[in-house]
């Protein structure tokens, strides 16, 4: 006799089948195809601006049911990225066909307005999610919450689940691409093919910063513009190293960034979450090295690490060239169902 709790867990653990498309076999393939190749997901967001304890904001873009029972699931967006993310707007989607709502979080400054503090997100900006997670159990008490992650997101929210144990506010949390060790992520952009996704990143947290100068030097921030005038002359900077230590570290009180990568690594956290969780994960991620993803020693009994010999980074497009499909879109909502059990 089959029990509710089996027929759960059979719900919850499908087969994990990933197959790369046709010809997407590269990881660099896997990983460049959605930002390059995908065609754009359009969706009707209401936004919804949150103000945070220490005066800066963060805007929420909602999508799918109203209803106020309707299980909602958190979205947390990656380095350089928005809620108009391709990955974003995908799962979205993905997840309204399920009846599911879903709200995106846009980390500080990522919504297309400057964030208001001289202060950026960052990979450990775990305080932020937490705020945003009490505004959602206030503002929908009745529905299930859950959490979904990729790459910078996924880290914040790992570290936050280590951070509240048994405490945790969501039923079921999955993260994607997960930079476990932020030392060992900042060696491994930085080498062979890898060095494009660098150069690319550090042109767009410049222009990050850039842009928050222009917004300081408009509205006369004087205490703005001194913090970010301390930092010196952010001209050659190349690796995530120079920068995470002469803006990121300065920016948002880490010593320097090798304090700011231990205390904001995401892996010596994980063996204290309580909360039920799916890792995505691929051996041949462009920005992570195999090493650097946990051992099976140091995931909770709660956490379920998934991981394929295939993927990229946020990626794990199947299906073929002329008809790609999305198993992120895929599994996500199933397994969250599942979980919801």
Not at 22 to 34: I, K, R, V
Not at 93 to 106: D, F, K, T
């Amino acid at each position: 006799m089959t029990t509710d709790a089996t027929k759960r867990a059979q719900r919850a653990s499908p087969p994990a089948v990933f197959t790369p498309g046709w010809g997407l076999a590269n990881p660099h393939l896997q990983t460049l195809w959605g930002p390059l190749c995908r065609k754009k997901v359009i969706l009707q967001h209401q936004r919804e601006r949150i103000w945070l304890t220490d005066g800066d904001f963060l805007d929420l873009d909602w999508h799918g049911p109203h209803q106020a029972n309707a299980p909602l699931v958190l979205v947390l967006h990656g380095l350089t990225g928005s809620s108009a993310s391709h990955y974003v707007s995908g799962l979205q989607a993905a997840l309204s066909r399920q009846g599911w709502a879903s709200v995106a979080l846009n980390w500080r400054g990522c919504s297309g307005e400057p964030n208001l503090l001289p202060r950026s997100y960052h990979s450990g900006a775990s305080e932020d999610l937490a705020e945003a997670i009490d505004h959602l159990r206030a503002t929908r008490p009745q529905a299930p919450l859950y959490a979904v992650g990729y790459s910078l997101g996924g880290n914040v929210l790992l570290k936050h689940l280590g951070e509240v144990g048994s405490a945790s506010q969501l039923q079921a949390a999955v993260a994607v691409s997960v930079p476990f060790r932020l030392d060992q992520c900042a060696d491994r952009i930085g080498m062979g093919f890898s060095r494009i996704y660098q150069a690319h990143f550090m042109r767009e947290m410049l222009a990050y910063v850039k842009d928050k100068q222009r917004r300081f030097q408009h509205e006369g921030h004087s205490e703005g513009l001194a913090a970010l005038s301390r930092l010196g002359p952010l001209k050659n900077m190349r690796t995530f190293w120079e920068f995470d230590g002469r803006v990121t570290a300065p920016l948002n009180g880490f010593a320097d960034a090798h304090d700011y990568y231990r205390r904001a690594s995401s892996r010596y956290y994980l063996g204290e979450n309580k909360t039920r969780t799916l890792i995505i994960q691929s051996t041949d991620d462009p920005f992570v090295f195999a090493h650097s993803v946990p051992g099976a020693n140091e995931l909770p009994a709660s956490t379920h690490l998934e991981l394929h010999a295939k993927g990229g980074h946020v990626g794990f497009v199947e299906g073929s060239l002329s008809k790609p499909g999305y198993y992120l879109e895929r599994r996500i909502p199933q397994w969250l169902d599942g979980a919801s059990g």
